[in-house]
C-alpha cells in the first residue's frame, strides 16, 4: 500500500509537486498535507543534483505555495464590500493591522508563513487592510522557502534513514 502511494507521488515529479502546492495552498480553510508528499519525494533525486536537490524542490514547493496564497488575499481583497459595512471598532482594528503591515509586514508575513498555522487568515487579512499584493507575495515567499527546504532535506536525508532502519531499503 505504501509502496502505491510513493509510487504515484513518483510519477508527479518536480511539476506535479508545484501544482500540487498551488492547489494545497489556494484552498483557503481547507489545507492539504502538502508536506507528506514532498518529504518522501525529496529523498529521490529527480535533477542528477544529489544535495542540490532537496533545495530545488524545497523553492518549487514554495513558489507554489506564495502563488497559491494570493487566493485568501484576493478573497480578503474582494471583501472591501464587507469593509464598508464594518462598525467604526472594526473598521479601528483593521486600519491597526494595517498600520503594523505597513510598518513591518512582510518580515510579519515571513514569520507567520514559516510557521505551520492556518495562513490563509492572515491572507484575507492582509487583502482586507488592502495591503501591497506584491509584499504579500514576497513575505510569503520568503516565509514558505525556508521552511519547504527544511521538510525537503529532512526528507532527503530522513527517509533513506528510516527505510534503512526498517530493513526496507
Known amino acids: ?21 498551488i492547489i494545497s495552498h489556494a484552498t483557503v480553510l481547507l489545507p492539504l498535507p502538502l508536506d507528506l508528499a514532498l518529504i518522501p519525494l525529496a529523498s529521490i533525486d529527480f535533477f542528477g543534483l544529489g544535495i542540490w536537490t532537496p533545495l ?6 514554495a513558489l507554489g505555495a506564495a502563488i497559491g496564497e494570493m487566493s485568501s488575499y484576493y478573497i480578503g481583497f474582494v471583501g472591501v464590500k464587507t469593509y464598508e459595512n464594518m462598525n467604526k471598532k472594526q473598521t479601528s482594528k483593521l486600519e491597526a493591522l494595517k498600520d503594523r503591515l505597513e510598518k513591518s509586514g512582510t518580515l510579519f508575513i515571513a514569520l507567520l508563513a514559516f510557521i505551520p498555522i492556518p495562513f490563509d487568515l492572515v491572507g484575507v487579512a492582509a487583502g482586507l487592510a488592502k495591503y501591497s499584493k506584491k509584499k504579500f507575495f514576497v513575505g510569503c515567499l520568503l516565509g514558505k522557502t525556508p ?23
Open 56 to 61: 530545488i524542490l524545497g523553492l518549487i514547493v
Open 1 to 21: 500500500m505504501l509502496e502505491a502511494f510513493f509510487a504515484v507521488l513518483t510519477s508527479f515529479g518536480p511539476l506535479g509537486l508545484f501544482f500540487i502546492s
Open 147 to 169: 521552511r519547504f527546504v527544511l521538510l525537503a532535506y529532512a526528507g532527503y536525508f530522513g527517509v533513506p534513514w528510516i527505510l534503512k532502519l526498517f530493513g526496507a531499503a
